[in-house]
C-alpha cells in the first residue's frame, strides 16, 4: 500500500522473529463515529444469541472491557474553540467513545472498539486506529473537501438573508473560513501520528514501518438535515447530489494527501431510523431514503471500484429498543401538552395542577410502557435516536461490519 514509511530488511537468523508492518486505519466523522453507546449497555449485546459471540470478544475472562493486546489508538476530539481539542491515546479498549475530555476515559464507546477487536483477528502484527471525530459537523461546510472549493451559497439562501437584513459579506466571510476546517484538523492529526509513531507505540518498529490500510467516515446528519444546502431534499429523484459529489472529493483528497492512492475506504451509511419499509415515518421516508442514497452512491463509481464500500448501518438498527423509545415519546408528547393547556388535551382549560399532571402522566406511562420494556429500555439504551439509541449493540455490529468491509478489499 503506498502511503507506507520504508520497509526493513528481513533479517536471515532464524531465531528472528517475523516482523510485522504496522496497520493504520483511520476513522473519522461527527457524533455517531464518536459514539455515545455507553459501557453499561454491554449486557444487553448477550441477550440475543446472535450477538453472544461478539460480547464475549469485547470482555476480559473477568467481565471488564477487554485491553487490546496488539491495537493502539489515538483519538483526536474536543472543541478548538474553547480550548479543549486534545488527544487520547493508548492500547484499545472501551472508552474510546465521546468524551468531553479528550484524554479521559467517557463511557462510551463508537465503532471502533470492535472495529479494532476486528481486525486484530485478522491481522498478525500492530495495528494503530486513528480517530478523529466531532460531534455537529457537515461535509458540505466542516469537512469539506479541498478540491470542493469554497462553499458557495445558493440564490434562495442568500435571498432570505436579505430580508432578514444580515451582512452577507460578513456571513459569506465567516462560512469561508469554517470550510474545510475539520478536514485539515484531520489530516494534519494523521500526519503528526505518522511522523512519530513511537509517541503511541513505544516499541515501533522504524525499519519495518507502517502502512496505510483503510479509511472509515461515518457521519450525515448535519448534512441530512440542511434544507438551505440541499434545497431538493425530499424530492423523489433528486435529493442529495451535491453530497455524493462532495463525498467522491473527500475519498480522492485524503487519499491524496494521505499519498495513499488506493487506500481501502468504507462509507458508514447513516441508518437511524433502521430499513425504510411501509411503516417508516412518512415525514421522513423520501428525505432519508434520499440521503442514504446519495450516501452510498461514490461506492457504485467505476474509479472506485474494488476499493470504495458503502456500509448500511440501519441493518444493526435494534427496532426492540425504538419501539420503546416511540412509547417514551408519547408520553412526553402529553407531559408537554398538559403544561402548555394544548387544544385537545385533559388540561385543556388549565385546571390541572403540576401534581394533577405528573399523576396523569404516571398513569398514562404505566399502560402504556410495560415494566419489562422499562428493564430493556435500562438494560440496552443510553441516548437518543440520532445516536442509535446509545446502544453498545447497535454500536459494536457497526464497528465489525465496517473492519469486515474494508478487510474484504484488502484480501480482493
Same mark, same amino acid.
Given at each position: ?5 520504508? !520497509?526493513? /530488511? ?18 473519522? &466523522? ?10 453499561? /449497555? ?32 489515538? +483519538? ?5 474553540? %474553547? ?46 486506529? =486513528? ?25 434562495? !439562501? ?5 430580508? !432578514? ?5 460578513? =456571513?459569506?466571510?465567516? #462560512? ?10 484531520? =489530516? ?15 516499541? +515501533?518498529?522504524? $525499519? *519495518? ?20 444546502? +440541499? ?7 433528486? &435529493? ?14 485524503? #487519499? ?9 475506504? *468504507? ?10 419499509? $411501509? ?31 458503502? *456500509? ?26 398538559? %403544561? ?28 402504556? =410502557? ?7 429500555? @435500562? ?32 484480501? @480482493?
Amino acid at each position: 500500500m503506498l502511503g507506507s514509511s520504508p !520497509q526493513g /530488511t528481513a533479517a536471515s537468523d532464524e531465531k528472528h522473529v517475523k516482523r510485522e508492518k504496522l496497520r493504520v486505519y483511520i476513522l473519522a &466523522g461527527q457524533s455517531n463515529m464518536e459514539g455515545h453507546a455507553k459501557v453499561e /449497555t454491554f449486557d444487553y449485546i448477550g441477550d440475543d444469541p446472535v450477538t453472544v459471540p461478539l460480547l464475549k470478544q469485547m470482555r476480559e475472562m473477568d467481565g471488564k472491557p477487554r485491553v487490546c493486546d496488539r491495537v493502539w489508538i489515538s +483519538y483526536l476530539t474536543g472543541s478548538p474553540d %474553547r480550548g479543549l481539542l486534545g488527544e487520547g491515546a493508548g492500547k484499545l479498549t472501551a472508552g474510546y467513545g465521546s468524551r468531553s475530555n479528550p484524554a479521559e476515559d467517557g463511557g462510551k464507546i463508537g465503532p471502533e472498539f470492535t472495529f479494532g477487536l476486528t481486525a486484530e483477528k485478522a491481522y498478525d502484527g500492530p495495528i494503530l486506529i =486513528i480517530k478523529t471525530a466531532w460531534g455537529g459537523k457537515s461535509l458540505n461546510t466542516d469537512f469539506r473537501p479541498p478540491s470542493a472549493g469554497a462553499y458557495e451559497f445558493n440564490e434562495t !439562501q442568500l435571498e432570505n438573508f436579505r430580508k !432578514q437584513g444580515k451582512d452577507i459579506d460578513q =456571513i459569506q466571510a465567516d #462560512r469561508a473560513k469554517a470550510s474545510g476546517r475539520y478536514y485539515r484538523l484531520m =489530516i494534519n492529526h494523521v500526519k503528526k501520528v505518522l511522523a512519530n509513531p513511537e509517541h503511541i507505540l513505544p516499541d +515501533y518498529d522504524s $525499519e *519495518v514501518g507502517y502502512e496505510i490500510a483503510g479509511f472509515v467516515w461515518f457521519q450525515g446528519w448535519n448534512d441530512m438535515v440542511d434544507s438551505g444546502t +440541499y434545497p431538493d431534499r425530499g424530492k423523489v429523484g433528486v &435529493g442529495y447530489p451535491k453530497y455524493s459529489e462532495w463525498m467522491a472529493d473527500l475519498i480522492r483528497d485524503v #487519499r491524496k494527501d494521505l499519498a495513499a492512492p488506493k487506500m481501502p475506504f *468504507v462509507i458508514g451509511v447513516l441508518g437511524v431510523g433502521g430499513p425504510i419499509g $411501509e411503516d417508516y415515518s412518512p415525514r421522513y421516508k423520501v428525505t432519508h431514503q434520499n440521503f442514504r442514497d446519495a450516501m452510498a452512491a461514490p461506492a457504485s463509481m467505476v474509479e472506485f471500484k474494488d476499493n470504495v464500500a458503502a *456500509v448500511r448501518t440501519e441493518l444493526y438498527w435494534d427496532q426492540p429498543l425504538a419501539a420503546i423509545e416511540a412509547k417514551r415519546g408519547q408520553v412526553n408528547n402529553l407531559a408537554r401538552q398538559l %403544561r402548555s393547556k394544548a387544544k385537545g388535551s385533559p388540561n385543556e382549560e388549565g385546571k390541572m395542577s403540576p401534581a394533577d399532571q405528573k399523576k396523569y402522566v404516571e398513569e398514562y406511562r404505566a399502560n402504556l =410502557i410495560s415494566s419489562e420494556e422499562d428493564a430493556m429500555w @435500562n438494560r440496552g439504551a443510553s441516548n437518543g435516536g440520532y445516536h442509535y439509541l446509545g446502544c453498545a449493540k447497535t454500536m459494536a455490529q457497526i464497528g465489525k461490519a465496517f473492519a469486515e468491509s474494508l478487510l474484504e478489499m484488502e484480501k @480482493n
